[in-house]
């Protein structure tokens, strides 16, 4: 079973930018899409950004298009979420997951906070 550990995170003030990392360890991570997603407090987790399996195909949730970008590198197992123009509504614990669509097909990891202040 796939195990999935995110990083990354941190406080930044809005307008600012972070690197989010997902390493995972323990299965085949090029056979799978992998998707971020993000959970507000007192909100459901939702989908922010899906990569194919080769990473040449991308997809975001309107609400991030044209300011994060997810990527990959399977030689690393490592898949990443590139996020600039921050705003204080993209404050949550971020994590990453395997999907089919957008739906989540692994355990979920312990997440990574960002914050990003005002």
């Known amino acids: 079973q796939v195990q999935l550990v995110e990083s990354g995170g941190g406080l930044v003030q809005a307008g600012g930018s972070l690197r989010l990392s997902c390493a995972a360890s323990g299965g085949t991570f090029s056979m799978y899409n992998m998707a971020w997603f993000r959970q507000a407090p007192g909100k459901e987790r939702e989908f922010v950004a899906a990569i194919s399996q080769s990473g040449t195909s991308t997809y975001y949730a309107d609400s991030v298009k044209g300011r994060f970008t997810i990527s990959r590198d399977n030689a690393k197992n490592t898949v990443y979420l590139e996020m600039s123009s921050l705003k204080p509504e993209d404050t949550a614990v971020y994590y990453c997951?395997?999907?089919?669509?957008?739906?989540?097909?692994?355990?979920w990891g312990q997440g990574t906070q960002v914050t990003v202040s005002s």
């Open positions: 997951n395997a999907v089919a669509g957008t739906t989540p097909l692994l355990r």
